[in-house]
Structures are given as structure tokens and as C-alpha cells.
């Protein structure tokens, strides 16, 4: 992995995935019952202002199904074990409750140059083979990812210079980003991330994903002071 600046933009990095535990990292077992085990969530009610509501991280997820959200959760963990490349259908940011000594963090070596704040909630995606998650990026916030046990991903990755930004502001309404405009975006990185390691991308980072094996992947989003705005 390749460290540094692009023209003002801090570019990935790769950080042992022991160091971004609090404790200890959790087993594709343990994630995969968070997928389905109810938990009682707060929500905004129009009724009460106290109400909550018994859902598993199954039912918090997004199910997309070419790249619409129009896919079947159920159609998802099918295809873990079958996978469809001509149709794959996965979830996205699945709100996750662990138990408190299963912390996901910013990597120690992270701290020394970043200053996080405001986590949000931990959250994962279940993907099958073939899923591919087209160019997108975080305007505001440090991503940290990791795949869980078996799961291996491509992640291509490119800097938010004014260029590549132009790009991508210019095809926003646009499906199969990459198709269309991947050959226009400069400076880009490429690399397979496996259970091994997290992987860092700073703010404004435009990426895209495809799941090489498939499996559990997880991770945070934070808030730096050093985060352009």
C-alpha cells in the first residue's frame, strides 16, 4: 500500500487488524448471530417520543440487487453459499450490537496524526461472491474497514483531487460510475483486503469494491478534526 499525499489528499493505509479492536476481534460466527439476533433499538415515533422497536441486523441492512434497493436479505445469506454472478444481491450497513469487548477503533498508529470523534453506530455488509458496490466516496469522514474471516475483497481507490472530483460530481446521477468513467480517474491504488488488516480510507477517498470471496465485512466512520469540510 502506497502512503502519502496526493496533491493535499492523505491516501489509504493498511493498519493490523489486532489494532483496531479494543479487545479482541469478533468471529464470523459471532457477527453472523448479530445479523440475526433481535435487538431493541430507540427511534424517532411520531407518537412517542420514547419509542423503540425489536429489530435484528438483518432487518437494519440494506438489500441491493443490481445496485437497486430492491433485493431480498434472504436472497443474500442464500447466495453466500450460492453465489449468482449474474445477479448478486447483498446488504449493506447492517446495524450491529456486540458485546462491550467487542470494540471496533481507530488503529493506535492512526491517533497519532488523526483525531477522531463522533463514531457512529458499528455496522457491517454480507456479501457474496460477484458483489461489486460501484464508485462512491465520504465527503466528511475517515472509513476504517475489515473483512472477517474467509472474505477477501478488490478495492480500487482513487484520491479526491479537484479532477477526480469533477468527474464524479459531473456523473452523480449516473449508474456503473466505474464503467463509464473508471478510465478517467487519476491516480489510482489497488489492493485486496483480507482479515488480516484494516484498511483506512481518509475523507473524500473515492472507492469501489468487488468481493473476491464471499463473507462478513465490517467497520466504523468517525469524524476528524483534520477532516476537510
Known amino acids: 500500500m502506497i502512503c502519502g499525499k496526493v496533491q493535499g489528499t492523505s491516501l489509504p493505509e493498511v493498519f493490523p487488524s489486532l489494532d483496531c479492536w479494543s479487545s479482541r476481534e469478533p468471529s464470523e460466527e459471532e457477527l453472523f448471530m448479530a445479523f440475526l439476533e433481535p435487538t431493541t433499538y430507540r427511534q424517532c415515533c411520531p407518537f412517542s417520543s420514547n419509542a423503540s422497536m425489536l429489530i435484528s441486523g438483518l432487518g437494519s441492512a440494506e438489500a441491493f440487487e443490481n445496485g437497486e434497493r430492491t433485493g431480498c436479505p434472504a436472497a443474500a445469506i442464500w447466495q ?4 449468482n454472478s449474474q445477479n448478486p444481491t447483498y446488504l449493506m450497513n447492517a446495524t450491529l450490537k456486540l458485546s462491550n469487548n467487542l470494540k471496533m477503533c481507530a488503529p493506535k498508529g492512526l491517533l497519532q496524526k488523526r483525531t477522531p470523534y463522533r463514531y457512529p453506530t458499528f455496522a457491517a455488509n454480507l456479501t457474496p461472491r460477484y458483489t461489486v458496490v460501484d464508485l462512491h466516496l465520504d465527503q466528511s469522514r475517515d472509513g476504517l474497514i475489515q473483512c472477517v474471516g ?5 478495492i480500487l481507490m482513487w ?3 479537484t479532477y477526480n472530483m469533477e468527474i464524479m460530481l459531473d456523473n452523480s446521477d449516473h449508474r456503473m460510475k466505474f464503467n463509464r468513467v ?3 480517474l ?3 491504488i489497488i489492493t485486496i483486503v483480507g482479515s488480516s488488516v484494516g484498511l483506512v480510507m481518509y475523507t473524500g477517498t473515492i472507492h469501489m469494491t468487488i468481493t473476491l470471496e ?3 465485512l465490517v467497520g466504523i466512520n468517525w469524524v476528524a478534526s483534520e477532516c476537510p469540510r
Open 80 to 83: 453466500l453459499q450460492h453465489p
Open 150 to 154: 474467509k472474505s477477501k475483497k478488490v
Open 159 to 161: 484520491p479526491a483531487t
Open 182 to 184: 473508471g478510465h478517467l
Open 186 to 188: 487519476q491516480g489510482g
Open 214 to 216: 464471499a463473507g462478513i
